[in-house]
């Protein structure tokens, strides 16, 4: 047979030009030498990230991000939150350059590509496929009343039980504000997307979502496993600009010759992974099954845990998409819980006071006792927050004394509110049938800080497990399942190391629950 760099381009090219991806998935995974690497796109709010994994050894051999600062996120009024999309591109293509000086590759050994992007976005764009406006991002509030509007006028137990969460402030109540507000703009709209479908489509020139991204959007029935026409119809929404629908694992479009020359990859690399960064972080933590539960602490943070039914919370404080792995004779649902307020407010502390590293913050709050001697910090100053039923109570500092208090006690109240915050949700999600004994995260953001992950141990009373991955190395892994390369996914987690235990310990338990009794008090007031 000939090498195996030579295999794969002959067939890139032939399956290009007659679309036989069936036949390229059969020799992928019949013939482990066909390809050497998978990448992996993880589309922030921050930033952009791209893995390199050897596929056959699970291993990351290099990795980029861009930019070197955060993205810019606009706010044009109070409440709102949007990025360009043309500014996710533009960073998709800085952070590949990045990569390919870091490590020498050849184009042709990279077999398949995965994306992995922040949920809840949406994304407006013409006959052209040129968005039409900046993307309504996650952590916008803008739609908060139409969402409650819409879960009064179809009803609250209708919505519950079809789709599983309040059409609240998910892309589908921003849509409906764009038809209401920008009518101009709705006018022009050929298709709405999610920001994964978007780096897709300028990838391969295809437009196209995925069932988990429906659901995320709240344009999912459960019930049927369909789109949620009865919300279309409530909103105005033509179901013409939804997407077609392709599999999570599987045939998404391959690379196009004008993309291929912007990122210098291959023409005809299939896409065949994406998902939402947190479904995706659960897949990257081979986090699959009924009781296992992942976490992140990015800009947000999220615990999410993997159910076999379909189960809501009735306040919507925590909701539930469809996982990766769901199928109609396996029903594996994601029940998230997502705090704003987290890697921003430490990212925020650190601006505010003189730019010091992480590091050298986690140092400074090292010194500072738990509970930080009464100084409670509220994190929730990033838009509306879904677990206080979608308030806006802001970012709150309480209990600051002149003259015992200083910038050890901000840090290391920041990580404890942080995590008080997510332990509030996980006391919600424990209503929703899901129990934390044992968390996995990978070993980066917030979960770098020991301050923080002993806290989380404690507060909540599970075993952390840190491994080496990110949201970069699951979509490519990812990628690996969708192009057949891996059988299963067994197979797709060659590689994945646990690096850290974490136990909670009994002494530690009672100081932590402590603190955390007395930021719920402060939280209850600024509620009321």
């Known amino acids: 047979m000939a090498s195996s760099t030579h295999s794969l381009t002959v067939h ?4 290009v030009i007659n679309k036989t991806y069936g036949d390229y998935v059969t020799i992928c995974s019949k013939n482990k030498n066909f390809m050497k690497y998978l990448l992996g796109y993880d589309i922030g709010s921050s930033s952009v990230k791209v893995s390199l994994l050897e596929a056959e050894t699970g291993k990351t051999v290099a990795s980029a991000t861009s930019p070197s600062s955060e993205m810019a996120m606009a706010a044009p009024k109070a409440g709102w939150a949007e990025q360009s999309p043309d500014m996710w591109w533009q960073e998709v293509k800085n952070a590949t350059t990045i990569l390919r000086g870091a490590f020498s590759f050849d184009k042709k050994d990279v077999g398949a590509i995965g994306i992995s992007y922040q949920m809840h976005g949406l994304v407006l764009v013409d006959k052209n496929q040129n968005a039409l406006r900046s993307s ?39 849509l409906s504000w764009v038809i209401e507000n920008e009518p101009k703009i709705w006018e022009k709209t050929d298709k709405m997307m999610l920001p994964g479908d978007f780096i897709a489509m300028k990838m391969s020139g295809d437009i196209r979502t995925t069932a988990s991204g429906l659901s995320e959007g709240i ?13 279309l119809k409530n909103y105005g929404i033509t179901e013409g600009v939804i997407p077609e629908q392709v599999e999570t694992f599987g045939n998404q479009g391959f690379m196009s010759s004008k993309a291929a020359a912007e990122l210098s990859l291959q023409v005809g690399t299939p896409i065949t992974y994406r998902a939402g960064d947190q479904p995706n972080n659960a897949f990257s933590l081979n986090v699959l099954n009924p009781g296992e539960i ?14 076999d039914k379909n ?48 590091a050298a913050m986690n ?5 500072i006792a738990p509970n930080t001697e009464g100084v409670l910090f ?27 208090h200083g910038a050890g006690h901000l840090f290391r109240a920041a990580q404890e509110g942080i995590v008080f915050s997510l332990n509030y949700g996980f006391e919600i999600m424990k209503m929703v049938g899901v129990q934390a004994k044992t968390v996995r995260a990978g070993q980066a953001n917030m979960f770098l800080s020991p301050i923080f992950r002993e806290a989380f141990a404690n507060t909540t009373g599970a075993t952390v497990e840190l491994y080496n991955t990110d949201g970069a190395a699951g979509a490519a892994r990812g990628a690996g399942v969708g192009v057949g390369f891996y059988k299963n996914f067994g197979e797709a987690f060659v590689g994945l190391e646990k690096v850290e235990t974490i136990e909670p310990t009994a002494t530690l338990q009672a100081v932590y629950r402590e603190g955390y009794q007395n930021w719920l008090l402060a939280l209850e007031k600024a509620m009321i």
Not at 138 to 164: H, M, P, Q, T
Not at 385 to 401: F, K, M, T
Request: aromatic share 12%; glycine share 10%; charged share 20%.
């Open 363 to 367: 140092a400074e709050a090292a010194k």
């Open 12 to 15: 890139i090219v032939f399956y």
């Open 311 to 358: 189960d809501y919370d009735e306040k919507s404080r925590v909701n539930t998409f469809a996982h990766v792995n769901d199928t109609e004779t396996a029903r594996r649902n994601g029940v998230l819980l997502c705090i704003n307020g987290t890697g921003i407010l430490n990212s925020w502390l650190r601006r505010m006071t003189g730019g010091l590293d992480y």
């Open 294 to 307: 992942a976490a992140t602490a990015g800009t947000s943070g999220v615990v999410y845990g993997i159910s």
């Open 136 to 174: 309504i991002i996650w952590c916008d509030s803008r739609a908060v009343e139409i969402g409650e509007k819409a879960f009064r006028d179809l009803g609250e137990a209708f919505c519950l039980e079809n789709y599983l969460n309040s059409p609240a402030n998910f892309t589908a109540s921003k």
């Open 219 to 231: 344009f999912w029935n459960f019930k049927k496993r369909g789109i949620a026409q009865s919300l």
């Open 378 to 404: 509220l994190p929730f100053g990033n838009g509306a927050e879904r677990v206080l039923e979608n308030r806006q109570i802001g970012a709150q500092l309480l209990g600051i004394n002149f003259n015992r």
